[in-house]
T-cell receptor, first 116, second 114 residues
Framework: AQTVTQSQPEMSVQEAETVTLSCTYD???????LFWYKQPPSRQMILVIR??????QNATENRFSVNFQKAAKSFSLKISDSQLGDAAMYFC?????????????FGTGTRLKVLA | DAGVTQSPTHLIKTRGQHVTLRCSPI?????VSWYQQVLGQGPQFIFQ???????GRGNFPDRFSARQFPNYSSELNVNALLLGDSALYLC?????????????FGSGTRLTVV
């Protein structure tokens, strides 16, 4: 079965510092996408960053970067220079590219608190 | 620039009733997906529609149904509501910024069943 695990229910970081959120996944597929979504109290899920499994280079979007370890099935998110607006629930998600499969599989989330 | 819009934002229903939730994807985008997010959990896939055809269905009972209209908007219907159907229902659309592999979500409909 394809699963996504986020083992950190909650994390805290001081403003301007760096934090890393962990995610592991289980799949027998070789082609897939991985995502990190942010869900603030407004409830809207916002796509933060995306990684294609066939790319060895780690994705980067401004202050957000990932550490993708395909063999270890690990996909962590690093937030640099944390800001108060980064406080939210963060969900890791997996989407296989198998033909006929369209669903995303989400983890249970990590609540990030940013301390002023 | 209209994103994904959902209505209503909040809804309270009684057990056994029926509910219809609505979603409009990003303008011109033909794919709509529905997810259920129970409090404290990640979203769970319910349906995906593309050009009015069902492309995928998650592990939900037949009480859940959906359809997509010619303008690509979509409805999610739930019959015979149970207390356990209380959740945030999210609609997602493909997004031009991410191509076919990156959803943009709406702000959801919070359904409470009493």
């Amino acid at each position: 079965a394809q699963t996504v695990t986020q083992s950190q229910p909650e994390m805290s970081v001081q403003e301007a510092e760096t934090v890393t959120l962990s995610c592991t996944y289980d799949t027998s597929e070789s082609d897939y996408y991985l995502f990190w979504y942010k869900q603030p109290p407004s409830r809207q899920m916002i796509l933060v960053i995306r990684q294609e499994a066939y790319k060895q280079q780690n994705a980067t979007e401004n202050r957000f970067s990932v550490n993708f370890q395909k063999a270890a099935k690990s996909f962590s998110l690093k937030i640099s220079d944390s800001q108060l607006g980064d406080a939210a629930m963060y969900f890791c998600a997996y989407r296989p590219l198998t033909s006929g499969t369209y669903k995303y599989i989400f983890g249970t989330g990590t609540r990030l608190k940013v301390l002023a | 620039d209209a994103g994904v819009t959902q209505s209503p934002t909040h809804l309270i229903k009684t057990r056994g009733q029926h509910v219809t939730l609505r979603c409009s994807p990003i303008s011109g985008h033909k794919s709509v997906s529905w997810y259920q997010q129970v409090l404290g959990q990640g979203p769970q896939f319910i349906f995906q529609y593309y050009e009015k055809e069902e492309r995928g269905r998650g592990n939900f009972p037949d009480r859940f149904s959906a359809r997509q209209f010619p303008n690509y908007s979509s409805e999610l219907n739930v019959n015979a509501l149970l207390l356990g159907d209380s959740a945030l229902y999210l609609c997602a659309s493909s997004d031009p910024r991410w191509g076919n592999y990156g959803y943009t979500f709406g702000s959801g409909t919070r359904l409470t069943v009493v």
